[in-house]
């Protein structure tokens, strides 16, 4: 069974930085792709990110790129999500997920998800 385990976030002001961690655990993820989302209440689920295991080949939504890195650590199975630049439109909760295949850009693309974890951005 899959377990993905989100940590890192909290308040920051607005320009500030923050990196999220997600764990991984139960199975080898060499063939996973492994996506970031975030969700502000009322709103639907929305792709951050992804990262191919494999290569490191990473993918990003317009919203957030040259602002965010995502990068992955094969030996502490850990996928990290480096924030910069924060604004206050990117509070919401932010959620790693896993899949395997090709790069996923919509939730239901995704078999497994983290817990979540608040991000706020002060102005």
């Known amino acids: 069974q899959v377990q993905l385990v989100e940590s890192g976030g909290g308040l920051v002001q607005a320009g500030g930085s923050l990196r999220l961690s997600c764990a991984a655990s139960g199975r080898t993820f060499s063939r996973h792709v492994m996506g970031w989302f975030r969700q502000t209440p009322g709103a639907e689920r929305e792709f951050v990110g992804a990262i191919r295991w494999s290569n490191g080949l990473t993918y990003y939504a317009d919203s957030v790129k040259s602002r965010f890195t995502i990068s992955r650590d094969n030996a502490k199975n850990t996928v990290y999500l480096q924030m910069n630049s924060l604004k206050p439109e990117d509070t919401a909760v932010y959620y790693c997920?896993?899949?395997?295949?090709?790069?996923?850009?919509?939730?239901?693309?995704?078999?497994?998800w983290g817990q979540g974890t608040q991000v706020t951005v002060s102005s």
């Open positions: 997920a896993a899949r395997t295949g090709a790069i996923g850009y919509i939730p239901k693309d995704y078999d497994d």
